[in-house]
Nanobody, 127 residues
Framework: QVQLVESGGGLVQAGGSLRLSCAAS???????????MGWFRRAPGKEREFVSV????????RYADSVKGRFIASRDNAENMAYLQMNSLKPEDTAVYYC?????????????????WGKGTQVTVSS
């Protein structure tokens, strides 16, 4: 099993920034760089939606149109960490944010393509 733990969520005013972290651990992790790391979010009353994904080496990133230009995904393979820098936050970014990992395909936007999930961290953006 691979365990993922998100942190860094909180309450912020519109226009503000937050940095989410995702720590990976577990006996099955082998090498963290084997996993593409995705970020998803679920707003109240809505389905879980794709936010971003970063490739194994960190050299490629993909973003949902709704966050493009505002959010930046990164990773530190030496520390088994993934990050999501969120800037210019909007009230519609309010959601529980999840990190997820898969070792089969880069760029997947469907939650079903990811094998491991964290429990999420709440982000609330006030207007």
């Amino acid at each position: 099993q691979v365990q993922l733990v998100e942190s860094g969520g909180g309450l912020v005013q519109a226009g503000g920034s937050l940095r989410l972290s995702c720590a990976a651990s577990g006996r099955s992790i082998r090498t963290f760089s084997d996993y593409a790391m995705g970020w998803f979010r679920r707003a109240p009353g809505k389905e879980r939606e794709f936010v971003s994904v970063i490739s194994w080496s960190g050299g490629s990133r993909r973003y949902a149109d709704s966050v493009k230009g505002r959010f930046i995904a990164s990773r530190d393979n030496a520390e088994n960490m993934a990050y999501l820098q969120m800037n210019s936050l909007k009230p519609e970014d309010t959601a529980v944010y999840y990190c997820a990992a898969n070792d089969k395909v880069y760029g997947a936007t469907e939650p079903s393509r990811y094998d491991y999930w964290g429990k999420g961290t709440q982000v609330t953006v006030s207007s």
